[in-house]
């Protein structure tokens, strides 16, 4: 079955520190790949997506992430974090062909300590 | 922007009663889905629509139906609500694929608490 794996469900990071996210797919061909936020009590923003070509893709806030298909990952990643960025991130994936919805990780919960 | 806009942010609704979830887009966008968000469990789809009267079921539609009679709305009904059900809510809507390097746009969600 496709999913979506979101190893880390809380994760407790120093502001100014760096920030990996980790997310691991399992589809039969490699999916269209999605980073959501969501702050609390708010909706899902997007942060950044990847449907082909370059690997490393940028996306708003300082965030990048990389895909690897090797691995089945498309981790997360921001240099220097902020107390702003203490959120849920959510990874995601589509696997094309029809209106069926994106496929959602369970979330990984960022801390930021001061 | 594109906005998608639930007409409730919270919702108190008693047991067996009817529950309807109201979620509205501006885009003209063909996709509506609606979704559960649990601690732990992340976003689940309940179902989605790609066409006006047309629906699919998502991966945990039991105790839940839909309406789509308009483009832009796409209506969540709980026919009788049990506490199990309390959850945030969250709507969404896309272009018709996403192989056209589109994305989904959320609701801001509804919480809704059965007691």
């Known amino acids: 079955a496709q999913s979506v794996t979101q190893p880390d469900i809380h994760i407790t990071v120093s502001e100014g520190a760096s920030l990996e996210l980790r997310c691991n797919y399992s589809?039969?061909?490699?999916?269209?790949l999605f980073w959501y936020v969501q702050s609390p009590g708010q909706g899902l923003q997007l942060l950044l997506k990847?449907?082909?070509?370059?690997?490393l893709v940028q996306g708003i806030k300082g965030f990048e992430a990389e895909f690897k298909r090797s691995q089945s990952s498309f981790n997360l990643r921001k240099p220097s974090v902020h107390w702003s960025d203490a959120a849920e991130y959510f990874c995601?994936?589509?696997?094309?062909?029809?209106?069926?919805?994106?496929?959602f990780g369970k979330g990984t919960h960022l801390i930021i300590q001061p | 922007d594109v906005k998608v806009t639930q007409s409730s942010r919270y919702l108190v609704k008693r047991t067996g009663e009817k529950v309807f979830l109201e979620c509205v887009q501006d885009?003209?966008?063909?996709?509506m889905f609606w979704y559960r968000q649990d601690p732990g469990l992340g976003l689940r789809l309940i179902y989605f629509?790609?066409?006006?009267?047309?629906?699919e079921k998502g991966d945990i539609p039991e105790g839940y139906s839909v309406s789509r009679e308009k483009k832009e709305r796409f209506s969540l009904i709980l026919e009788s609500a049990s506490t199990n059900q309390t959850s945030m809510y969250l709507c969404?809507?896309?272009?018709?694929?996403?192989?056209?390097?589109?994305?989904?746009?959320f609701g801001q969600g509804t919480r809704l608490t059965v007691v």
């Open positions: 969404a809507s896309s272009l018709v694929s996403f192989v056209m390097n589109t994305e989904a746009f």
């Open positions: 589809y039969g061909a490699t999916p269209y």
């Open positions: 990847y449907f082909s070509g370059d690997t």
């Open positions: 995601a994936a589509y696997s094309g062909g029809g209106a069926d919805g994106l496929t």
């Open positions: 885009m003209d966008h063909e996709n």
């Open positions: 629509s790609y066409d006006v009267k047309m629906k």
